[in-house]
T-cell receptor, first 114, second 113 residues
Framework: NAGVMQNPRHLVRRRGQEARLRCSPMKGHSHVYWYRQLPEEGLKFMVY????????ESGMPKERFSAEFPKEGPSILRIQQVVRGDSAAYFCASSLDRDTGELFFGEGSRLTVL | KQEVTQIPAALSVPEGENLVLNCSFT??????LQWFRQDPGKGLTSLLL?????REQTSGRLNASLDKSSGRSTLYIAASQPGDSATYLCAVSGPNAGNMLTFGGGTRLMVKP
């Protein structure tokens, strides 16, 4: 039973380009969460999605960032027109239920913006 | 707004020592508290999950306690080993927040052989 799979593990983009990060949750999990870890900072919640729905996006920057979790396929975190401040590790986590409290994290996608 | 603080930020101990990592949170109305381990360049591994109605959880050499009213949790590691070297993160979820966690800044642990 594969864990949470994230790709790419490392991504380099130039300022102004787009970054797409993908996350496949654990088998049977329909709840997906994205967190961001800026250099030398703690993890911060970004967005919570269920299949085809955004449940809570209170941690998402207002512009350039979007997330989706389609009926088929992985969840995608999309960052348009990247800036150097977007350089961070982006972690995806999944859970079986909304309130079990047990999250399983992927290994993260590390974005570097040149 | 919930804030989570972990003390110390870094800790270096010789192998075999018992040690305690501390976590405090400002809003005691939590749903649960989790301790995670993060190795450099890696993801997070869940170590222990304590529901708000529980006082402690144990797994092997790890024991985590929760005092919700005072807003504190401790992670006790017995007989530390070099393989325990990692960053330990504490995270809480608020009522009705499900799995949307607020993380502390972590304690970077180094266990020297």
């Amino acid at each position: 039973n594969a864990g949470v799979m994230q790709n790419p593990r490392h991504l380099v983009r130039r300022r102004g380009q787009e970054a797409r990060l993908r996350c496949s949750p654990m088998k049977g999990h329909s709840h997906v969460y994205w967190y961001r870890q800026l250099p030398e900072e703690g993890l911060k919640f970004m967005v919570y999605l269920q299949k085809e729905n955004i449940i809570d996006e209170s941690g998402m920057p207002k512009e350039r960032f979007s997330a989706e979790f389609p009926k088929e396929g992985p969840s995608i975190l999309r960052i348009q027109q990247v800036v150097r401040g977007d350089s961070a590790a982006y972690f995806c986590a999944s859970s079986l239920d909304r309130d079990t409290g047990e999250l399983f994290f992927g290994e993260g996608s590390r974005l570097t913006v040149l | 707004k919930q804030e989570v603080t972990q003390i110390p930020a870094a800790l270096s101990v010789p192998e075999g020592e018992n040690l305690v990592l501390n976590c405090s949170f400002t809003d005691s109305a939590i749903y649960n508290l989790q301790w995670f381990r993060q190795d450099p360049g890696k993801g997070l591994t869940s170590l222990l999950l304590i529901q708000s109605s529980q006082r402690e959880q144990t797994s092997g050499r790890l024991n985590a306690s929760l005092d919700k009213s005072s807003g504190r949790s401790t992670l006790y590691i017995a007989a530390s080993q070099p393989g325990d070297s990692a960053t330990y993160l504490c995270a809480v979820s608020g009522p009705n927040a499900g799995n949307m966690l607020t993380f502390g800044g972590g304690t970077r642990l180094m266990v020297k052989p």
